[in-house]
């Protein structure tokens, strides 16, 4: 399943390295675009990131921006969406598109507010039913997010043939 546009999975502001690293891993599985949006609050040379993302590092394609209103501004805003615990919609109720943006806030604060309000139409929750939990980890989120959107597009397209696993030897 070749997909004509790649998914983007944006990270504004990471914190955590192994998340990060983790994402990345993500992304190059996918083909799908890193964007990472600064200030990080790591250096990309850090150990724990390369060890997250292993040798993987020279398979993704990875975006630096300087500031999240640069993002926005260079990037059609109709087709982000925006993951976030606040937001009322669950993430099932997105129809994803290859091309997509999937915006995810850094670990400690999430989305700024100004965005939750701006786009509300385009924000997006995972739901959980446990309310001890505050919220999952940034990578987990990012994996069911992405996937959910391939799971939408092999389903359209009939399958999905074109990933590596469910290739015939």
């Known amino acids: 399943m ?10 504004v502001e990471p914190e955590i390295p192994p998340n990060t690293g983790t994402i ?35 398979f993704v394609r990875i975006v630096y921006w300087d500031s999240f209103w640069e993002f926005l501004q260079a990037n059609d805003t109709g087709r982000m969406h925006f993951l976030s615990k606040k ?3 669950p993430f099932t109720e997105c129809r994803f ?3 997509d ?15 939750l309000w701006q786009f509300p139409e385009r924000c997006y929750a995972i739901p959980m039913s446990n309310p001890n939990i505050r919220s999952l980890n940034i ?22 043939e074109g990933f590596a696993p469910l290739r015939k030897p």
């Open 139 to 160: 990578s987990v989120a990012a994996g069911i997010v992405l996937y959910e959107a391939l799971r939408q597009q092999a389903e359209a397209a009939g399958g999905w």
């Open 87 to 89: 937001a009322a919609a």
């Open 101 to 115: 943006f999937l915006v995810f806030g850094k670990e400690t604060k999430g989305l700024p507010e100004e965005i």
């Open 97 to 99: 598109r290859p091309g």
């Open 2 to 11: 070749a997909l004509p546009e790649p998914f983007h999975v944006v990270l």
């Open 24 to 58: 990345s891993r993500l992304c190059g599985a996918t083909d799908s675009v890193l964007h990472l949006v600064k200030p990080l609050g790591f250096n990309t040379d850090d150990r724990h990131l390369k060890r997250a993302g292993l040798d993987y590092w020279r």
